[in-house]
């Protein structure tokens, strides 16, 4: 059956108070599913075929973006197939940070190197230090040192009290 191309079509133009849940902004936008295979075969038959984007798009119902990205990786690779995806995997299950999260918790005062310590017998997680820090940065937890606070002698609050007491009703 041939469809005549989009644009030899008559289109009706809706006032923008009639619009339907079709067009809601919503709908469109967004990241969607992954092709399939069975729908890249036939756009790659439409390019060798000589069809233009835009028909392609039109006849299959699929972006202009995605059929000329679909195109262009398999002039480049010469396959359509899913590439795996770059860079190095995780090191980390979510089962590990969900660990490393209530480590963290119970007490704030470990170090990365017992929290590395305490991973490993628990769950067999081999981990530097240096990935714990990175890891608890990741989730929003950092290090900080206290402040240094001047040692107070009982010289120092002999003095200090009288200096007090005179100026105890200052205010801001």
Known sequence: MFQSPPWTQVYTIKPLGMQTASTNIGERM?????????????????HLGNK?????????????????????????LGT????????RPR????????MLKRTVRR???LSAE??????????GLQMSPTTVCRELHGMGFHGR??????????CNAKCGMPWCKARHHWTL
Do not use: Y
């Open 80 to 87: 359509t197939a899913t590439q795996p995806p770059s860079g």
């Open 91 to 98: 090191h980390m299950t979510e089962r590990g940070q969900r």
């Open 145 to 154: 040192a206290a402040a240094s606070k001047p040692s107070i002698t009982k």
């Open 107 to 109: 007490s704030r005062q």
């Open 30 to 46: 967004g990241r969607s599913q992954e092709l399939s295979d069975s729908k890249r075969g036939p756009v790659i038959g439409g």
């Open 52 to 76: 233009s984007i835009r028909d392609i798009s039109w006849l299959l119902n699929i972006p202009r973006s995605t059929v000329s990205g679909i195109i262009t990786k398999w002039k480049q």
């Open 114 to 123: 017992s929290i590395a310590k305490d991973l490993q017998t628990w769950c």
